[in-house]
């Protein structure tokens, strides 16, 4: 009995104490104050009168809109529908709004934000309660002068190519994204992927500064020059955003597809016999003889390689040649682009590749033997694998054909020399390296199998 009558107190003092409440502090509009700090703004980035402050209070959460109605009709909208939670707010005003075309007005490009032209407006804060039916208007009039500026136009725009391999092969690597400024604004260039990530890409350092109205060209390989791998394979946005002083807002967008990206990696990897590289010695065979007109036989892939022990290698000068044999991994998840001389072939002590016909290519990986001696780096260079271990596809910019080794591969690559004269030094040491032709020698393949050789008469 007493715990039903302590029930029935306590909720006739919950209904008195609403009631009390009520009485005290009735329901408040969902709008409090809502006030510009200024009735006229001159939104010209001069320092003087440039913005205004808007500040209002919500008594319960709601969605607002604040709007501007021009003397014509015309409605701007500077927020649109937007929640906020019970409280006070303000934000400076400049008179930028959403962006926003005259009828015969030709853009080329998106405006996101954009001045309102000199006038007066007539300006309303609209209130929609959250949970609730409630609703609630406050206005004014702002007046706007010497806001005439002109729009950071993007009156040029171009990417090429549009579908790009950031994988360092030499071909197509790069694309480059051109942006001409009609006059100075902050300038970003970004990718937008289908998660909605921003890729943003740096520009030259060379050309335009920031900020200024021009041509600004941004080149971009996708960080992989930097170490970095590139973006996923797939279709990207190109977007070029610039904003000005007055925070007008402009973006131009163009698609970009990448393709057969990754960073390229590859190794020497030891031979069965326990060494990385197999030297050996054979004899010279005039048909072994390659010149640009005259391409000579090929090597058979060395077999005999017993001869492994860290002792020195002795050949005769002219009678007899050193061979070698060594073994490629492309552990990356790109093909590695290559190019000739095939496996097999025998140099002269004087020739290069180019004396073959065989010219560095950018991008190109390349097996190199190089000596103590030698007059220039690596000067006798292999392609990594026979056409066996090779696939080929067309470059329709290039009009070439150009060679791949598989992601995952292994091949091998073996070749020899023909010493002709004795250096003053010898012996020498002779090696192996792996080229990636005018990006790097790698540290881990640049002094591969070290032997010494020593040459006789």
Not at 115 to 123: A, E, I, S
Not at 407 to 426: A, L, S, T, Y
């Amino acid at each position: 009995m007493r715990v039903v009558l302590l029930l029935a107190v306590l909720a006739g003092a919950s209904a008195v104490l609403l009631v009390g409440q009520a009485l005290v502090r009735p329901d408040l509009p969902l709008i409090g104050e809502a006030v510009f700090s200024s009735t006229r703004i001159s939104p010209n980035a001069d320092g003087s009168d440039d913005v205004a402050i808007f500040a209002y209070g919500l008594s319960r959460n709601a969605r607002v809109t604040l709007q501007f109605e021009g003397e014509d009709g015309s409605l701007y909208f500077f927020r649109r529908d937007e929640p906020r939670a019970r409280g006070d707010y303000s934000v400076a005003f400049g008179g930028v709004v959403d962006g926003w075309a005259l009828p015969d007005e030709a853009l080329t490009v998106d405006v996101l934000r954009r001045l309102l032209p000199d006038g007066d407006y007539t300006w309303r804060l609209l209130a929609a309660e959250s949970e609730g039916d409630a609703r609630d208007e406050r206005s004014g009039v702002l007046t706007i002068e010497d806001a005439d500026s002109p729009l950071p136009v993007i009156s040029s725009f171009s990417v090429w190519p549009d579908v790009f391999t950031p994988n360092q092969d030499g071909i197509s690597d790069r694309t480059e994204i051109n942006v001409y400024l009609e006059k100075g604004a902050q300038l970003r260039v970004w990718l937008l992927g289908g998660d909605g990530q921003r890729i943003y890409v740096a520009p030259r350092k060379e050309g335009r500064k920031p900020g200024e109205a021009g041509r600004h060209i941004f080149d971009y390989e996708g960080g992989v020059d930097l170490g970095a791998d590139p973006p996923p394979d797939g279709s990207y946005e190109v977007v070029a955003r610039a904003v000005d002083d007055e925070g007008q807002v402009v973006e131009q967008r163009a698609q970009l597809t990448i393709r057969n990206g990754g960073k390229p990696l590859a190794e020497i990897v030891p031979q069965s016999v326990g060494v990385d590289v197999a030297f050996a010695v054979q004899p010279w065979d005039h048909r072994y003889l390659t010149s640009v007109a005259r391409p000579g036989a090929l090597l058979d892939v060395p077999d005999n390689v017993q001869d492994n022990r860290l002792t020195a290698l002795t050949l005769q000068i002219r009678e007899e040649m050193l061979v070698f044999r060594l073994t490629v991994e492309n552990y990356s998840d790109v093909p590695l682009r290559t190019t000739g001389p095939p496996p097999g072939t025998v140099y002269q002590q004087d020739q290069r590749a180019a004396t073959l016909n065989a010219f560095d290519e950018s991008g190109a990986w390349r097996v190199g033997i190089d000596c103590t001696t030698a007059e220039t780096d690596y000067p006798w260079r292999w392609a990594l694998g026979t056409d066996s271990d090779l696939y080929e596809e067309f470059d329709p910019d290039s009009g070439n054909t150009y060679s791949f080794l598989p992601p995952g591969d292994q091949v091998v690559v073996w070749g020899g020399i023909r010493f002709n004269h004795i250096e003053d030094r010898n012996p020498q040491n002779c090696w192996a390296g792996l080229i990636h032709e005018d990006v790097e020698v790698s540290i881990r393949n640049r002094n591969v199998g070290s032997r010494e050789i020593e040459l006789v008469e």
